[in-house]
């Protein structure tokens, strides 16, 4: 990884002084149990969301949380992050250990792991300003297709009911069964001026999710 710092340097368009942290970026615990990567992916983490929820903030300033928090979900996924990794050819400075000899795409955990380290490690080294533009920088694409956005029923719901009676859609719970170790749950539903709609799920958001679908299909609302 040393020899190959230059290298790094070019594709981020930066200058590393630190090149022990940069180096610990980019270990994986596979290849040292202890000097590794993952308290600087915890810190990454945050400092990505910050960036990017500041930059979602910024372009839809007429959007609703809701909203919102559906396109950060997408933009700090692990799929994302992985994708911009492997796109930006930075796998190939990853450090891994002998059980875990060659890197692949699938290998998404490590990608977006190791993607946020490497984010923790230039907000140390350089500040937030330096990283803001980074992180801009790597996923631009991605924020441009932010503004494509399919959102799920309960949020759907709730925007349309806000929005036309200032309330919240009403869910209850109705039942539970099934054996224990694996439940079904059974919610329902009601806006302003509609009857009681229910949906059932493995979990109480899944079930909620179906009883809102059945609401705005029997209502048509788009």
């Not at 990454?44 to 910050?50: F, P």
Request: glycine fraction near 4%; aromatic fraction near 8%; include cysteine.
């Amino acid at each position: 990884m040393n020899n190959n710092l230059n290298q790094l340097e070019k594709k981020l368009n930066i200058k590393i002084k630190n090149k022990t942290l940069f180096l610990r970026a980019f270990t994986h615990k596979s290849s040292n149990s202890i000097l590794n990567n993952e308290k600087l992916e915890f810190l990454g983490d945050r400092v990505i969301g910050l960036i990017l929820s500041k930059k979602l903030f910024d372009l839809y300033p007429n959007e609703t949380e809701g909203v919102l928090d559906k396109r950060f979900a997408k933009l700090v996924n692990k799929n994302t992050c992985a994708s911009i990794f492997w796109s930006l050819g930075l796998n190939e400075f990853v450090v891994l250990g002998d059980s875990k000899k060659n890197l692949e795409r699938k290998d998404e955990k490590i990608l977006s792991d190791t993607c946020e380290a490497l984010v923790g490690a230039i907000y140390l080294e350089k500040g937030f300003s330096a990283t803001e533009k980074i992180v801009n920088i790597f996923w631009k694409n991605e924020i441009k297709k932010s503004n494509i956005t399919i959102i799920d029923p309960k949020t759907k719901l709730q925007e349309f009911s806000l929005r036309h009676f200032n309330k919240l859609p009403e869910y209850s719970k109705i039942l539970k069964k099934g054996p224990h170790h694996k439940p079904t749950f059974v919610v329902s539903v009601k806006i302003t001026q509609s009857k009681s709609y229910s949906g059932e799920g493995k979990s109480i958001k899944v079930a909620q999710q179906n009883a809102a679908k059945k609401l705005l299909s029997a209502m048509r609302i788009k």
